[in-house]
């Protein structure tokens, strides 16, 4: 059975950069029918995508971001990481890391979330 | 980028109710639309692919619906677990974009 667990700090200053782990057991991210992503939810709001990376290292953003993230890839250790530049109140959220299917779509596992809160 | 807009932002029903949550994007994207149910406290968890496949697991009483710019997620007779917030995700082309989300309440 695929888990992820993410991995990082809960409490970020303001204009920090954001560092995140997400390790994947039970499956490989050097899978090519699958992409490896990241999505975010503020309190009480709705869900808002980050990026996704192949097992190729290509990866992909969401533009709203405006080039702050950076997704990557360790295969050594079957895990891969987010981070999120410039911290400000706004960038606090639950954080998941999920698997997104190539060819059927769709983020069908999910880790269970960290909770990232700015404040100096 | 594509724009998704999801309709009604909450919906009260009762158990046995049948509810129906749609979903439109700004510009066709063929079928390439999931479907999410969220718990409070819990990660989403996917329910629908391809705009009306059934994930593995998934009961029956959920089905989707739609193609081109207009989906539907239907729930057949709602159940008391079913009481969660439904969002849509647009799955075409990055960037990948979610709809706002409905929440489903009991009435």
């Known amino acids: 059975q695929l888990q992820l667990q993410e991995s990082g700090p809960g409490l970020v200053k303001p204009s920090e950069t954001l560092s995140l782990t997400c390790i994947v057991s039970?499956?490989?991210?050097?899978?090519?029918?699958?992409?490896w992503g990241w999505i975010r939810q503020p309190p009480g709001k709705g869900l808002e995508w980050i990026g996704n990376?192949?097992?190729?290292?290509?990866?992909y953003y969401n533009p709203s971001l405006k080039s702050r993230a950076t997704i990557s890839l360790d295969t050594s250790k079957n895990q891969f990481s987010l981070k999120l530049s410039s911290m400000t109140a706004a960038d606090t959220a639950v954080y998941y890391c999920?698997?997104?299917?190539?060819?059927?779509?769709?983020?069908?596992?999910w880790g269970q979330g960290i909770l990232v809160t700015v404040s100096s | 980028d594509i724009q998704m807009t999801q309709s009604p932002s909450s919906v009260s029903a009762s158990v046995g109710d049948r509810v129906t949550i749609t979903c439109r994007a700004s510009?066709?994207?063929?079928?390439?639309l999931a479907w999410y149910q969220q718990k409070p406290g819990e990660a989403p968890k996917l329910l629908i692919y391809a705009a009306s496949s059934l994930q593995s697991g998934v009961p029956s009483r959920f089905s989707g619906s739609g193609s081109g710019t207009t989906f539907t997620l239907t729930i057949s007779s709602l159940q008391p677990e079913d009481f969660a917030t439904y969002y849509c995700?647009?799955?075409?082309?990055?960037?990948?974009?979610f709809g706002q989300g409905t929440k489903v309440e009991i009435k």
């Open positions: 510009q066709s994207i063929s079928s390439w």
């Open positions: 990376i192949y097992y190729t290292g290509s990866a």
């Open positions: 995700q647009l799955a075409n082309s990055f960037p990948w974009t």
């Open positions: 999920a698997r997104d299917r190539k060819v059927e779509t769709g983020f069908d596992y």
């Open positions: 039970g499956g490989s991210i050097s899978s090519k029918t699958h992409y």
